[in-house]
């Protein structure tokens, strides 16, 4: 079992930053792959990037691409989300998943969820 807990959600302005981290424990953080996906009121949880198992792979859709980037530290068991040029569309609850083996960007092939944060973006 993985348990996982996201931080770093907040309020921001149109334009700013923010950085998710997402903590790991139990399990074997480096066998599995990472995503974070988001999900707005009255949506469908959306992906938004995902990392593979040694970092050295990443995919994003083309909503976030050049604004985020995920990355992950293995020693410390956590991976991140640097969100840059935040938008009011980019505000949603922002979750991290884990999936044994090989990055997916399918939410239904993930194995284990955070509780999410929230992040606002004001215009």
């Known amino acids: 079992q993985v348990q996982l807990a996201e931080s770093g959600g907040g309020l921001v302005q149109a334009g700013g930053s923010l950085r998710l981290s997402c903590a790991a424990s139990?399990?074997?953080?480096?066998?599995?792959?990472m995503g974070w996906f988001r999900q707005a009121p009255g949506k469908e949880r959306e992906f938004v990037a995902a990392v593979s198992k040694t970092g050295l792979s990443t995919n994003y859709p083309d909503s976030v691409k050049g604004r985020f980037a995920i990355s992950r530290d293995n020693a410390k068991k956590t991976v991140y989300l640097q969100m840059n040029r935040l938008k009011p569309e980019d505000t949603a609850i922002y979750y991290c998943?884990?999936?044994?083996?090989?990055?997916?960007?399918?939410?239904?092939?993930?194995?284990?969820w955070g509780q999410g944060t929230q992040v606002t973006v004001s215009s």
């Open positions: 998943a884990a999936v044994a083996l090989v990055l997916r960007v399918d939410p239904n092939e993930y194995d284990y």
């Open positions: 139990g399990g074997t953080f480096s066998s599995y792959a």
